[in-house]
């Protein structure tokens, strides 16, 4: 499969990012280190649409939907009351003005390179405005105010049967597992540090599903201080077995930054060379893939790392040596793209790693033994022919827009 890679972005995507107060600025310093590498010469350039209600009804509920318009112009002397703590508006998920139009928004990059997907217009998608994997049908959670992963993840269900997400952020991605823990047709695969106390306190090695969906959700807990080699021994035992088992037909990889050594909500020691690894092994695949954001509060790191991954998809290799541009102060000291990695000892032991390999195993029989209780079903003809009335929709929605209004191509 020749590698066809899009890359969604626009001046409001990334201004409503910015508007996150966990990462204020954050999508500026990605994108512009993407630019200053030139980058986007070697990618399709896609400019979102906003997500409608309709789009966003496909997980959240209409009554959290409803509230967050009523968040207009919010000032510092805004106090939380009871209604905004129920759909998790307050410490975590702070309020901020026009906060209806910032959940389109983001929502819409997401669905938009999902779209791509389904359309043929890439086979590889990257949003790094993307992967709030906290947000819950009902309310907001851990810096997440909307799941665009689910929503994207709905939207190549149009087309594609068999879907595996993967998390490769510090922090167990809840939102996505809960969203998809009776399902059989989507797997999460997450690698993540689990530790009491540690936020979202979900991810055990048994939390595999529930009913129809148990053996379809796999999760790897690390300790502390977890590092390349860590994760990339994890992930090599553990993907390809999934891959056999599951065969998926598409794959979504939220890429969590905060996994990165020194970043100050994780707790991990990962460089980007272990992210770099999951990633090939996911582009050897040759399976359509979307690419995602997520948690990163070391800026400069989080944009190092997404530039990394991004050249990879793009097949260009980059010199280590920051090329200057507005935000290149923030990169000092060394002023070059790799993260540094650290001396703090990893307290994951081998035998620890290869306790939790043999106990995955065995959880994964679960899902083949799960895979003979059909709920009742169609046929294989009839699913085709849903995919393809499905797809043919989708593609009649588009060329009834404008092209601007959908997506555009920046040379």
């Known amino acids: 499969m020749n590698r066809k890679a899009c890359y969604i972005w626009d001046e409001s995507l990334v201004k409503e990012c910015d508007r996150l107060p966990a990462v204020s600025y954050r999508a500026s310093m990605v994108h512009n280190l993407i630019m200053a590498y030139s980058l986007n010469d070697n990618l ?15 997980f959240h509920s209409e009554l959290y939907l409803d509230h967050l318009k009523c968040f207009i112009d919010i000032d510092e002397d805004y106090i939380t009351n ?10 975590d998920c702070p309020p901020v003005s026009n906060m209806y139009e910032l959940v389109s928004v983001l929502a819409g990059g997401s669905i938009t390179a999902a779209k791509c997907l389904l359309l043929g217009i890439s086979n590889v998608a990257i949003n790094w405005c993307g992967g709030w994997h906290h947000a819950h049908r009902f309310g907001a959670e851990g810096f997440c105010y909307v799941n665009d992963i689910v ?24 939102g996505v597992q809960d969203a998809y823990n009776l399902s059989k047709s989507v797997f999460t695969l997450s690698f ?28 790897f807990p690390l300790h502390a201080f977890y590092t390349d080699r860590t994760l990339e021994f994890a992930f090599e035992k553990i993907f390809p077995l999934i891959c056999s088992k599951f065969k998926p037909d598409a794959v979504v990889m939220q890429c969590g930054a905060d996994a990165l050594v020194n970043d100050p909500h994780g707790g991990a020691c990962l460089t980007e060379h272990g992210y770099i690894m999951c990633l090939r092994k996911v582009l050897d695949l040759q399976k359509p893939a979307l690419l995602l954001g997520g948690g990163g509060y070391k800026h400069p790191n989080a944009a190092r790392l997404w530039t990394n991954l991004t050249a990879i998809v793009s097949g260009v290799k980059l010199d280590e040596n920051i090329p200057e541009h507005d935000d290149w102060p ?33 959880n994964l029989n679960m899902m083949a ?13 009839d699913l085709k022919q849903e995919e393809t ?3 043919k929709e989708l593609g009649s929605q588009m060329e009834n827009k404008t092209i601007n209004d959908v997506y555009d191509f920046d040379d």
């Open 151 to 174: 929503l994207a993840i709905e939207k190549l269900r149009l087309k594609f049967n068999k879907i595996l997400y993967i998390d490769l952020d510090v922090h167990h991605g809840n």
């Open 192 to 219: 993540h540090k689990f530790e009491p106390g540690f936020y979202p306190g979900s991810g055990g090695i048994d939390d595999i599903g529930t009913h129809t969906g148990k053996g379809y959700k796999c999760n």
């Open 369 to 381: 033994a799960n895979s003979n209780q059909f709920l009742p079903s169609k046929s294989k003809v």
């Open 82 to 91: 009871i209604q905004d703590e129920e759909y998790g508006i307050g410490y």
């Open 330 to 362: 923030k990169y000092g000291p060394d002023y070059v793209l790799p993260v540094q990695p650290s001396l703090t000892k990893d307290l994951n032991t081998e035998q620890y790693l290869n306790e939790c390999i043999a106990k995955i195993k065995c």
């Open 44 to 58: 399709k350039v896609i400019r979102p649409t906003a997500a409608s209600y309709q789009d966003l009804k496909e």
């Open 389 to 391: 009335k499905n797809v």
